[in-house]
């Protein structure tokens, strides 16, 4: 069976050899966390999209830049996957300007356009 988690005995080479970790409490252990952050929020006709991204993004941007940068692709006429994809670069950029060309963690991201969906709802009732 390949190691989903290793580190080398001098702590130069560590791996996450698994696409996802949620529930996975064998490798609690080692550091992996299996428990998601879940938030709950009603939307709202006000709310315009949505973001769910992986830590990739996250953690060298903070949320209202992820937003700023979907906002302003929606500004230029883009759609949610261009938009999507320019959060993506943002994030590659962000890794690249923190740890050069050696490491980058998984960016994973998805965009939801609502605005039609208010509009579906309406027309429904």
Not at 7 to 34: F, K, M, Y
């Amino acid at each position: 069976m390949a190691h989903r988690v290793w580190l080398d005995p001098q702590c130069t080479r560590i791996g996450l050899g698994i696409s996802r970790s949620l529930g996975d409490h064998a490798v609690e252990h080692s550091g992996v966390i299996p428990d998601p952050v879940v938030t709950d929020r009603t939307l709202t006709p006000n709310d315009e999209f949505i973001i769910i991204a992986s830590d990739g993004v996250c953690c060298l941007m903070e949320s209202i830049e992820a937003v700023n940068i979907v906002q302003d692709g929606f500004n230029k006429g883009m759609g949610a996957s261009e938009a999507c994809l320019e959060l993506i670069e943002a994030s590659k950029k962000r890794w690249n300007d923190s740890e050069g060309n050696t490491y980058r963690d998984d960016i994973t991201a998805i965009v939801i356009r609502l605005d039609d969906l208010w509009n579906d709802a309406n027309d429904a009732v």
